[in-house]
């Protein structure tokens, strides 16, 4: 299997933000995981550059770190829209046990 370039990973990262459901969340490490086997790649902090150079076209309040954190400097919008959603919270932080997401099938 070829890695995929680095644009196709862009897109990849970005196709799997888009199929996550509403009030759910994805962390960079699950995304970074799940892509994995088919991009070549297995990087979080990949993922999270991603997002902040090209995630604003897709739901990016959805992707949080591993500890239900929001992205840094976007927290109260972020809480706002998926709340908005059903979200759950837990001590400040998205209640992962609750809201963690992994796509069907795989």
């Avoid at 897109?11 to 994805?26: A, K, Q, Y």
Wanted: include cysteine; charge should be neutral.
């Amino acid at each position: 299997m070829r890695p995929v370039t680095r644009e196709e990973y862009v897109d990849e990262v970005l196709t799997v933000v888009e199929s996550i459901p509403p009030g759910r969340v994805m962390s960079y490490g699950a995304i970074a995981e799940y892509l994995a086997d088919r991009s070549g790649r297995s990087s979080p902090r990949l993922v999270g550059n991603i997002m902040a150079r090209y995630g604003g076209a897709v739901p990016w309040y959805r992707v949080v770190n591993a500890q239900g954190r929001f992205p840094p400097g976007h927290e109260v919008e972020a809480r706002r829209r998926l709340l908005a959603e059903g979200g759950v919270l837990k001590g400040g932080r998205v209640d992962m046990a609750a809201c963690a997401w992994w796509p069907e099938g795989d």
